[in-house]
């Protein structure tokens, strides 16, 4: 079966902290392809990120890293310095390599970031 | 360049009444993809279309259906509504076929069911 889990439902910081968003997949496939995404409170899902199962480089992108680990199936975001514009849902997602046959996303059922100033 | 839309923004239903909820891609973009975000439910997969033909479905009963039509645009029906469905549309577009392309989302479509 397939399955994105993110544990943590809420998370409550103060601007300026470090705060990790843990997510965990799973799959039998092989060739898989994982994906960020933020939804502010206007509800648009705003494309953060993707990974490719072959690919196990860490990436950051200004106050954005993301910790990839196939050997824990995990994909990990990380936001260095919180800004209160940060305040979201992220969800992580998952999709299969099924010759393009499928294409749907799978995804976690997302953590509430909320940055206090 | 703009991005993927939706219409309309928000619907009030009543219970077995029809709906249709519209997008439009990306320009390019030729495959169309909508999710249901329904409180408690969490995102889930409903359809997707490239080239104007469906070519995935999630589990949802039939009365939810859609079409795309030549210019990629696309339209999702539902029939007999009930009060379930009540949720954010979610309508994505993504350039090609491949599972690896990302997909773009647009600010989605509220229905409420009553």
């Known amino acids: 079966a397939q399955k994105v889990t993110q544990a943590q439902t809420e998370i409550s910081v103060v601007e300026k902290e470090d705060v990790t968003l843990d997510c965990v997949y799973e799959t039998r496939d092989t060739t898989y392809y994982l994906f960020w995404y933020k939804q502010p409170p206007s509800g648009e899902l705003v494309f953060l990120i993707r990974r490719n199962s072959f690919d196990e480089q860490n990436e950051i992108s200004g106050r954005y890293s993301w910790n990839f680990q196939k050997s824990t199936s995990s994909f990990n975001f990380t936001i260095t310095a919180s800004q209160v514009v940060d305040s979201a849902v992220y969800f992580c997602?998952?999709?299969?390599?099924?010759?393009?046959?499928?294409?749907?996303?799978?995804f976690g059922t997302g953590t509430l970031l909320a940055v206090q100033p | 360049e703009a991005g993927v839309t939706q219409s309309p923004t928000h619907l009030i239903k009543t219970r077995g009444q029809q709906v249709t909820l519209r997008c439009s891609p990306i320009?390019?973009?030729?495959?169309v993809y909508w999710y249901q975000q329904a409180l408690g439910l969490g995102l889930q997969f409903l359809l997707w279309y490239d080239e104007g033909e469906e070519r995935n479905r999630g589990n949802f009963p039939p009365r939810f259906s859609g079409r795309q039509f030549p210019n990629y645009s696309s339209e999702l029906n539902v029939n007999a509504l009930e009060l379930e469905d009540s949720a954010l549309y979610l309508c994505?577009?993504?350039w090609g076929r491949g599972p690896y392309n990302e997909q773009f989302f647009g600010p989605g479509t509220r229905l409420t069911v009553l």
């Open positions: 320009s390019g973009h030729t495959s």
């Open positions: 994505a577009s993504s």
């Open positions: 997602a998952l999709s299969l390599n099924y010759g393009g046959a499928t294409n749907k996303l799978i």
